[in-house]
């Protein structure tokens, strides 16, 4: 039986041949400028790093190694980890031997339990995943192997380890979060032979008669896995991750980015949003209604949560998704019911919103459909998982595939370290007057 470990031995020797010969040849050619409203705004559209697992085009959305996403929607979470990390869906066997290797490793250790137990009661579910996360760093295998003295060409072994490791456990620790922060009892142990979406469902304890839930977990976990290299928490863990700090280190820094509101964090705040709407109203608004309120929203000057994106302009498709798997499965749903009105209406609302902000001579609203965040809480609401909080937490988990993944790879063809060249408003001032 061949394992992950396998394959990318064969793979990366050939990887590193291709990427060798590219900067031979054509090391020196530019591939992207960069104006000054860039270099003040996010850098938006700089093309400055490379990712191989998965790219975002602004007309499609998430393609997975060449593979649009709702083209292998019906993929589980550990294929969706072998086939970003290889390029390859497993085959039964392979995905068999993944996840034999989780039930070996997914037992979370005491101590984890111990520091998550003794943090303040009002801690956000965020800060508890990325602290237990950290607390585990001291079983590092790469920081141990670097310790003794590795060779380059061996980092990704440690790295795909700790890697492995992390992720056995995290549907673990993150259902034990979910537990101990909400007061739902002890956490709940892994399954051996049940696979890792339906497991973190299980853990959770959110009761499951018909096995739907367990479906939308593995969904859930498969629509949030990667998002190319450049968003805030790939990003993230990327450059910290080049600095060669441990994988625990990295993709806790990267989740610590997700737990902003403009990116992760927009999932708890879009069903905020909807529930408050709904009281409002008293249930699911009317179109008129609902146009109203989100006015109101805007004139505050708050955004419409989970609309608008920094790369997307469509409807994205994993909010494609989701929609599809509620009108399958929850199609009576209230709080399901709003989501599908505010898409039918808020679209409309923000395009009108840009027209008066570009003649008050402010920048237009790139995209007013809607992001993946937009959809998603409705349907763990109808589950019973009403702790939106919680929310970036489950997301959290399916993201740590993607920056995984894509730090073994940097790992595999020692990728500098990050270090992009500042310039200051006096540089910019002076560079414009020449
Ligand atoms: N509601 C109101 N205003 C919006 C908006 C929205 N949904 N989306 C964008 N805008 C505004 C921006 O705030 C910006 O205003 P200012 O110039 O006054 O600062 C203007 O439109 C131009 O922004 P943009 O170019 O369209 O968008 P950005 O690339 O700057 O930002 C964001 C992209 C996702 C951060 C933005 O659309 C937003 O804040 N959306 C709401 C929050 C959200 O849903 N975030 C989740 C995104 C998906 C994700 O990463 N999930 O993890």
Request: overall charge neutral; glycine content about 10%.
């Amino acid at each position: 039986m061949s394992t992950l470990q396998d394959v990318l031995r064969q793979k990366i020797p050939a990887y590193r041949e291709e990427v060798g010969n590219l900067l031979k040849t054509h090391g020196g050619k530019s591939i992207s400028e960069v104006n000054v409203q860039q270099a003040y705004g996010g850098m938006r559209g700089v093309k400055g790093m490379i990712c191989d697992t998965s790219v975002v085009e602004p007309d499609k959305g998430l393609i997975i190694r060449g593979r649009p996403l709702l083209e292998i929607k019906h993929l589980w979470p550990e294929e969706i980890f072998y086939l970003l990390l290889t390029g390859e869906e497993p085959d039964a066997e392979a995905k068999a031997a993944l996840q034999q290797d989780y039930d070996k490793r997914a037992t979370v250790p005491d101590y984890v339990w111990d520091v998550l137990y003794a943090m303040p009661d009002d801690s956000h579910p965020m800060c508890m995943l990325d602290t237990a996360i950290l607390v585990m760093e001291r079983e590092s295998v790469f920081r141990k192997w670097y310790d003794k003295g590795m060779t380059k060409q061996e980092y990704w072994i440690p790295a795909l380890e700790d890697g492995l490791q992390l992720l056995a456990r995290l549907p673990g620790v993150a259902a034990g979060v979910y537990r101990i922060r909400y007061k739902k009892g002890s956490p709940v142990g892994w399954t051996p032979g049940l696979d890792w979406g339906a497991n973190y469902a299980n853990m959770l304890g959110i009761p499951d008669p018909t096995g739907s839930f367990a479906k939308l977990m593995r969904l859930y976990l498969n629509f949030h896995s990667d998002h190319e290299g450049g968003n805030v928490s790939a990003n993230t863990c990327h450059t910290v991750g080049s600095a060669l700090s441990d994988l625990y280190y990295s993709v806790s820094a990267g989740l610590n980015g997700l737990a902003g509101p403009l990116h992760g964090l927009a999932n708890q705040e879009c069903l905020a949003w909807i529930l408050e709407l709904m009281e409002k109203f008293g249930g699911v608004p009317d179109e008129k209604a609902l146009r109203d309120f989100a006015f109101a929203t805007l004139r505050s000057g708050k955004v419409i949560p989970g609309y608008g994106h920094a790369v997307l302009r469509v409807t994205d498709p994993r909010y494609a998704g989701f929609l599809e798997f509620g009108k399958e499965y929850l199609p009576e749903d209230p709080v399901f019911q709003t989501v599908s009105r505010v898409y039918d209406v808020i679209p409309k609302v923000l395009q009108e919103y840009s027209e008066e902000r570009v003649k008050a001579g402010k920048a237009p609203i790139a995209n007013c459909w809607p992001n993946v965040d937009a959809g998603s809480g409705a349907l763990l609401y109808h589950y019973g998982l009403t702790e939106f909080p919680y929310y970036t937490v489950l997301f959290s988990v399916s993201r740590s595939m993607g920056m995984i993944s894509q730090l073994v790879l940097n790992r595999a063809l020692g990728t500098a370290i990050t270090r992009p060249k500042s310039v200051s408003t006096e540089w910019v001032r002076k560079q414009m007057k020449a």
